[in-house]
């Protein structure tokens, strides 16, 4: 017999009823929990974007580090604000909206648009060659700018050109050309990684970068002699160069002729010298049929009196023979050597000695042998010059060395050479003496009429008889 428990029982589940009612209940839970979570993203960016407004906004106040009212300490929390505005920019993975680009390149050219300072050496002369900070002068907001191009630059390699393309638009651009011109070396270098980094990825706007740097060439070759960021330009160019195509653009080899030409006129040559060569030695890799234009182009812009130009010429000149095509050596040939003969003359020991070093080069031997009988003349003329007359004993010694070398080559020639010169020397000399001669008997009739003249000229004697 066992105990009767009463065990509740378990009530049966009820099934969902699927009414009208309990569906619109459903879908207001699930609307409810998405509202919610949308909200919670969107308080969340909105907190991110007040947070970069705000910074932005603070930074568009700019200080000039010159004025004696600015506060050391607002300096340094703007310079803080800035850092904090790089690190956000870099890290964000997300593109920025348009309403924090629009604020935030607004305030990129208020700081870094400004009136630059007039040159503190405008009247001197480049004359120290592959001096190219001659012209150093530090910017007083460098702390800041420093900063803000790091900014910029990061906007550039992260947001999408199209993005900025309302935002960074030609105005833009021609700002940061005009600001080549500074001073300050550290500020060209970051304008130029910034502008080039907007040529590579700006492809829309790359012929109108390349007219903008054109203008600036020419402005500096015709207009002004401020050689500040031309060899940073010119660097920019380097690379353009390297990556065109061959055959080259009409446009191009314009570009080659009628700015990379010129460039060698300006007395600041020395300053971005080595920039421009490498510039034109690619176009003459890529097509070497350009070498002519170019050699011709050097010679017509040779410098007369400055030494320092002639010696970084005929350097160009050396490297530019091994690459031109051999088919314009007889061409070039005579022009040429007519200028290292002149060069070799030169009373300045460092050009005299350049020119000597060059007739060593096996290129330049081999575009002699081309036209041997033009121009072994010329060149025998100026070593003859240069063991008679020259006062530098260095510069004869390597003359005297240069000839024995040239007398192996072509012995019967530099004998034949040497006559010449000699007859030529002595019909020089019998013409010297003519002249002088018929100057004399010149002088003696101008003499004899004079005196004639004189004779008749004066009055007569007049003889007193007195009473």
């Known amino acids: 017999m066992g105990v009767e428990r009463n065990t509740p029982k378990?009530?049966?589940?009820?099934?969902?009823?699927?009414?009208?009612?309990?569906?619109?209940?459903?879908?207001?839970?699930?609307?409810?929990?998405?509202?919610?979570?949308?909200?919670?993203?969107?308080?969340?960016?909105?907190?991110?974007?007040?947070?970069?407004?705000?910074?932005?906004?603070?930074?568009?106040?700019?200080?000039?580090f010159t004025d004696p009212s600015e506060s050391p300490s607002q300096q340094d929390l703007k310079r803080l604000k800035l850092t904090q505005l790089l690190s956000l920019v870099k890290s964000t993975k997300k593109p920025l909206h348009d309403q924090i680009l629009s604020p935030l390149v607004a305030m990129l050219s208020a700081n870094l648009f400004r009136p630059l300072p007039p040159s503190s050496n405008a009247s001197v002369i480049f004359d120290l060659p592959d001096e190219e900070d001659t012209a150093s002068t530090p910017a007083p907001a460098w702390p800041h700018l420093q900063i803000v191009y790091e900014i910029l630059l990061r906007l550039v390699l992260n947001t999408d050109a199209k993005a900025l393309r309302d935002h960074i638009d030609h105005s833009f651009v021609l700002n940061l050309l005009s600001l080549f011109q500074s001073e300050d070396p550290r500020e060209r270098e970051s304008l130029k990684n910034v502008y080039h980094r907007i040529y590579s990825k700006f492809t829309f706007y790359r012929s109108f970068m390349r007219k903008a740097m054109n203008d600036v060439f020419l402005h500096y070759v015709f207009e002004t002699e401020r050689p500040c960021g031309i060899g940073d330009l010119l660097e920019i160019w380097g690379s353009i160069i390297n990556g065109f195509t061959i055959p080259l653009k009409e446009e191009h080899k314009l570009f080659l002729m009628r700015v990379?030409?010129?460039?060698?006129?300006?007395?600041?040559?020395?300053?971005?010298?080595?920039?421009?060569?490498?510039?034109?030695?690619?176009?003459?890799?890529?097509?070497?049929?350009?070498?002519?234009?170019?050699?011709?182009?050097?010679?017509?812009?040779?410098?007369?009196?400055?030494?320092?130009?002639?010696?970084?010429?005929?350097?160009?000149?050396?490297?530019?023979?091994?690459?031109?095509?051999?088919?314009?050596?007889?061409?070039?040939?005579?022009?040429?050597?007519?200028?290292?003969?002149?060069?070799?003359?030169?009373?300045?020991?460092?050009?005299?000695?350049?020119?000597?070093?060059?007739?060593?080069?096996?290129?330049?031997?081999?575009?002699?042998?081309?036209?041997?009988?033009?121009?072994?003349?010329?060149?025998?003329?100026?070593?003859?010059?240069?063991?008679?007359?020259?006062?530098?004993?260095?510069?004869?010694?390597?003359?005297?060395?240069?000839?024995?070398?040239?007398?192996?080559?072509?012995?019967?020639?530099?004998?034949?050479?040497?006559?010449?010169?000699?007859?030529?020397?002595?019909?020089?000399?019998?013409?010297?003496?003519?002249?002088?001669?018929?100057?004399?008997?010149?002088?003696?009739?101008?003499?004899a009429a004079t005196a004639a003249q004189n004779q008749f000229l004066q009055p007569p004697h007049c003889i007193c008889v007195s009473n």
Not at 25 to 38: A, E, R, T
Not at 295 to 315: A, D, E, F, M, S
Not at 367 to 394: C, R, T, Y
Request: charge should be neutral; proline fraction near 4%; glycine fraction near 4%.
């Open 260 to 447: 990379l030409i010129p460039l060698h006129k300006p007395k600041g040559l020395q300053v971005y010298h080595r920039q421009l060569a490498y510039c034109v030695s690619q176009f003459v890799q890529k097509e070497p049929v350009l070498g002519g234009i170019v050699v011709r182009g050097i010679l017509k812009y040779w410098p007369i009196t400055n030494c320092q130009k002639q010696v970084l010429l005929v350097g160009e000149l050396e490297e530019l023979v091994e690459i031109i095509d051999p088919e314009q050596y007889r061409k070039l040939a005579l022009p040429l050597f007519t200028q290292i003969t002149r060069c070799l003359n030169s009373w300045n020991s460092q050009v005299a000695e350049r020119a000597l070093y060059v007739l060593n080069n096996e290129q330049f031997m081999k575009m002699a042998q081309e036209a041997m009988d033009e121009v072994f003349p010329v060149i025998v003329e100026g070593m003859e010059k240069n063991l008679k007359w020259h006062w530098s004993k260095s510069v004869r010694q390597l003359t005297q060395t240069v000839k024995v070398m040239l007398e192996e080559m072509e012995p019967c020639l530099y004998s034949k050479c040497v006559i010449n010169l000699e007859l030529r020397e002595s019909a020089a000399q019998q013409e010297e003496i003519k002249r002088r001669e018929k100057w004399e008997r010149i002088e003696r009739a101008a003499d």
């Open 10 to 64: 378990a009530s049966p589940k009820k099934k969902p009823t699927t009414t009208l009612q309990y569906l619109f209940d459903l879908d207001s839970k699930s609307n409810g929990n998405g509202h919610f979570s949308n909200s919670g993203k969107q308080s969340s960016l909105d907190s991110e974007n007040e947070e970069l407004l705000s910074i932005i906004t603070y930074c568009n106040f700019v200080f000039t």
